[in-house]
């Protein structure tokens, strides 16, 4: 079995206690079928705080990929999590006794084609910092392991995921083409994807690979003149989307707070807007720091271009990834431009958190913002490249 994840992978390691976050807090935690087996047998004292802190889950818990789920407390912590941000149920029980969602998160694995692939999601500081730490295009390796794979797949399923591999492998070389400026970069990716997606809705699905991606590598795409009233509308419904999701965390809500202070209050909020995220351009260009943004394209392409094995619905993959950087520069924009002090790599990394653990660990967001990209007039893809016109 193949088995692909970023090279930085290698150098992860959790660093506990001293971790500015903590992967306990925010969400509902699942625990499987085998660990929960196990927690109904511990004995003792603590085996009884283990019964008291699960339940088993409602038919309204959709979100839910498990029957049963620890009862959190205030902020949503986990029962388990003390005052350290340290596990009371590994301390007592050890390592094996965790139930595969800590097992496994930060991680996030997807298995499709034969092969199963992993990535670090960045609502882990440690995961950002390893993924904004080099400014080298992202790699990614490929070995082969003794396991097998757990899906059954059809000769139909594995020519689709074939398929899709391929272009999502070009998507990124395309968004990596550091010979044309970002912005172009993220257009072609947007069209190369409206090309994917028209051989998937054809069912021409051998024909992905016969797509002339040479297209995509020259400098041919033409960037409309940045327009004020256009890019501020376009945010607007952005910050509107992302208002209206669920809110996982009290930094999220004082990110959104910051948006709207800052550009809705105002009455010249449309200027601001647009001179506020000129001026942040220009300070990443300066630091020679515009890697980071490719890097956290590259990173979302890697994690979510694939799922669409289950769907067919590969540009709304796309578009999803293009709205993330969009509202990520809005993010960045505010914080720079209250902060006054420089944008430092630890804001890169602390907004690329707040952003990921609001989007990746909820399937209610998930859900709320693919249909806000199909109905919405903003995340067309045509409203998508203007709203790239600041940079």
């Known amino acids: 079995m193949k088995f692909r994840y970023p090279k930085y992978y290698e150098n992860f390691q ?3 206690g001293q971790c500015e976050d903590t992967c306990c807090a925010g969400w509902e935690i699942d625990i499987d079928d085998v660990s929960y ?7 003792g004292e603590f085996g009884s705080r283990l019964r008291q802190s699960i339940r088993e889950y409602g038919e309204d818990c959709e979100d839910a ?3 049963h789920g620890f009862i959190l407390k205030d902020n949503r912590r986990c029962p388990f999590l003390n005052d350290n941000n340290l596990c009371d149920l590994y301390l007592a029980l050890g390592e094996g006794a965790l139930c595969d969602v800590c097992t496994d998160t930060p991680r996030n694995y997807l298995e499709y084609g034969g092969a199963r692939e992993l990535s670090l999601s960045c609502s882990c500081g440690e995961a950002g910092r390893l993924l904004y730490a080099d400014e080298a295009p992202l790699s990614f390796v490929e070995e082969e392991t003794d396991g097998e794979p757990e899906l059954e797949e059809s000769e139909e399923e594995l020519l689709l995921a074939e398929a899709v ?3 999502r492998d070009m998507s990124i070389t395309i968004l990596q083409n550091r010979k044309l400026p970002l912005s172009k970069r993220i257009i072609h990716f947007l069209h ?4 994917v997606q028209e051989c998937l809705n054809q069912n021409l699905v051998e ?3 016969k797509i002339d991606e040479t297209i995509f590598f020259v400098d041919s795409t033409d960037v409309e003149e940045p327009c004020r009233q256009l890019s501020y509308r376009f945010f607007l419904s952005r910050l509107r989307t992302f208002t209206e999701m669920d809110s996982i965390s009290q930094e999220w809500e004082e990110i959104l707070g910051l948006l709207q202070k800052r550009y809705l209050t105002p009455p010249d909020g449309d200027l601001r807007y647009v001179q506020e995220q000129q001026k942040l351009w220009q300070e990443v260009e300066s630091r020679n720091r515009l890697y980071e943004y490719e890097h956290m394209l590259v990173y979302y392409s890697f994690l979510f271009l694939a799922r669409c094995v289950d769907d067919y619905d590969y540009l709304a993959k796309a578009k999803m990834i293009v709205t993330s950087f969009l509202m990520l520069r809005d993010m960045d ?10 944008f430092t790599k630890e804001d890169r990394v602390n907004l690329s958190r707040i952003y990921a653990k609001e989007l990746e660990h909820s399937g209610e967001n998930l859900a709320f913002l693919a249909d806000e990209l199909l109905f919405e007039e903003a995340y067309t893809v045509e409203n998508l490249c203007l709203s790239l016109t600041i940079t």
């Open 207 to 209: 024909s992905v690979k």
């Open 333 to 342: 924009c505010a914080w720079y431009a209250q902060k006054e002090s420089g």
């Open 65 to 67: 990929y498990e029957k």
């Open 165 to 167: 591999r391929y272009a």
């Open 192 to 195: 190369y994807a409206e090309k």
């Open 14 to 16: 959790c660093i506990a």
């Open 37 to 43: 087996g196990y927690y109904m047998s511990v004995e």
